[in-house]
T-cell receptor, first 115, second 113 residues
Framework: AQSVTQLGSHVSVSEGALVLLRCNYSSSVPPYLFWYVQYPNQGLQLLLKYTTGATLVKGINGFEAEFKKSETSFHLTKPSAHMSDAAEYFCAVIPNSGGYQKVTFGTGTKLQVIP | DADVTQTPRNRITKTGKRIMLECSQTKGHDRMYWYRQDPGLGLRLIYYSFDVKDINKGEISDGYSVSRQAQAKFSLSLESAIPNQTALYFC????????????FGEGSRLTVL
């Protein structure tokens, strides 16, 4: 079964510092990968996704992620953290195969931005 | 107005009570889902539906039931609530197949005492 592992349930960064949230997947075949963000008291919304093609994917609010097959990773980055980035971030995966495939979510990483 | 609307947003109930969480959507999507979110566990799929006549169990369906009343409406029921069903519940929709892009409601926080 597909799975994703998010390293670090809580990450703190200073405002203006680099944001790096880690996600590794387990799959023998490269899956489709996603990052979702959940702001306080809201539902999740899609930040970015990788399906095929370019391995560096750009999303909303200045975030980007790079698919690295050799490392089975899909880490999320942002060069300069803003206070409004404080939220919980979820990595997610679905298999790249036919038929209905369930989205599997990681356990989430809460990002705290320190002024 | 939100594209995916959940009611109620917050509910406190007692053990053994029947609870219904409702979801309606204006996105025109055929696929609808119910997820449960618990701290440290991420989101887990309870039930999903591809259309009014196609309802499927997810990974944690025990203790829950669903009804797809129309393309736009998908409700989740707890027939006899228990404390370990205290959680944040999300309804979501998607355009099939297998895009992985889900559109979430704002959640229904349920507390079972």
């Amino acid at each position: 079964a597909q799975s994703v592992t998010q390293l670090g349930s809580h990450v703190s960064v200073s405002e203006g510092a680099l944001v790096l949230l880690r996600c590794n997947y387990s799959s023998s075949v490269p899956p489709y990968l996603f990052w979702y963000v959940q702001y306080p008291n809201q539902g999740l919304q899609l930040l970015l996704k990788y399906t095929t093609g370019a391995t560096l994917v750009k999303g909303i609010n200045g975030f980007e992620a790079e698919f690295k097959k050799s490392e089975t990773s899909f880490h999320l980055t942002k060069p300069s953290a803003h206070m409004s980035d404080a939220a919980e971030y979820f990595c997610a995966v679905i298999p790249n195969s036919g038929g209905y495939q369930k989205v599997t979510f990681g356990t989430g990483t809460k990002l705290q931005v320190i002024p | 107005d939100a594209d995916v609307t959940q009611t109620p947003r917050n509910r406190i109930t007692k053990t053994g009570k029947r609870i219904m969480l409702e979801c309606s959507q204006t996105k025109g999507h055929d696929r609808m889902y119910w997820y449960r979110q618990d701290p440290g566990l991420g989101l887990r799929l309870i039930y999903y539906s591809f259309d009014v006549k196609d309802i499927n169990k997810g990974e944690i369906s025990d203790g829950y039931s669903v009804s797809r009343q129309a393309q736009a409406k998908f409700s989740l029921s707890l027939e006899s609530a228990i404390p370990n069903q205290t959680a944040l519940y999300f309804c979501a929709t998607s355009v099939g197949p297998n895009t992985g892009e889900l559109f979430f409601g704002e959640g229904s926080r349920l507390t079972v005492l």
